[in-house]
């Protein structure tokens, strides 16, 4: 079946220092990637999202980069701060809208 | 600013119990999912909807089982509560028509401790 695999799952760095997620998918329909946040006690809210048609997307610090060839898409933080510190996942879906398919979480620690 | 409510932050349920989770969206979506939160494990799908009435089985439907009466909610219902399905139980739900923001939303969850 459809499979989404994350990596590190946890990751803790020096305030300012940058972090990198990296993910896998399965399934080759997957033309749809978003990236979710999961403070502490809180829902997980989207922060930046990438489709098949597109190499790499950027909003401030966060980018995403996509590899469609070898099916691989990673969440890159530039400048961590403090709030940064969250659980971080990745997901793969067909098309904006329909049901995504979750990796495992990366949690990640930002060190003042 | 879209609302996804359920119905339940925390509950503790008995082993054996019928326990039904409700959500409630207020953007007429037509797409609704239910997802089960387990460290290490991330977000697994259990069942999801794309229309009244209809619904689709996801990674792990075993034990589980829903209803989609009206398009605004989405019941997941634990025919008989066992001690593994301790676990949060997210809602979410988006509209399938595509384009920028038509992204899936989440509930706050429900802690659902099984005794």
């Known amino acids: 079946g459809e499979n989404v695999e994350q990596h590190p799952s946890t990751l803790s760095v020096q305030e300012g220092d940058s972090a990198v997620i990296k993910c896998t998918y399965s399934?080759?329909?997957?033309?749809?990637f978003p990236w979710y946040k999961q403070e502490l006690g809180k829902r997980p809210q989207l922060i930046i999202d990438?489709?098949?048609?597109?190499g790499e997307k950027k909003d401030q610090r966060i980018a995403v980069t996509l590899n469609k060839t070898a099916k691989h898409f990673s969440l890159h933080i530039t400048e961590t701060q403090p709030e940064d510190s969250a659980v971080y996942f990745c997901?793969?879906?067909?098309?904006?809208?329909?049901?995504?398919?979750f990796g495992q979480g990366t949690e990640l620690s930002v060190k003042p | 600013d879209v609302k996804v409510t359920q119905s339940s932050r925390y509950l503790v349920k008995r082993t054996g119990e019928k326990v039904f989770l409700e959500c409630v969206q207020d953007?007429?979506?037509?797409?609704m999912f239910w997802y089960r939160q387990d460290p290490g494990l991330g977000l697994r799908l259990i069942y999801f909807?794309?229309?009244?009435?209809?619904?689709e089985k996801g990674d792990i439907p075993e034990g589980y089982s829903v209803s989609r009466e009206k398009k605004e909610r989405f019941s997941l219902i634990l025919e008989s509560a066992s001690t593994n399905q301790t676990s949060m139980y997210l809602c979410?739900?988006?509209?399938?028509?595509?384009?920028?923001?038509?992204?899936?939303?989440f509930g706050e969850g429900s802690w659902l401790t099984v005794v």
């Open positions: 979410a739900s988006s509209s399938p028509t595509g384009g920028a923001g038509n992204t899936i939303y």
């Open positions: 399934d080759s329909a997957s033309n749809y």
């Open positions: 990438i489709r098949s048609n597109v």
């Open positions: 997901a793969a879906g067909y098309n904006q809208g329909g049901k995504l398919i």
């Open positions: 953007m007429d979506h037509e797409n």
């Open positions: 909807s794309y229309d009244v009435k209809m619904k």
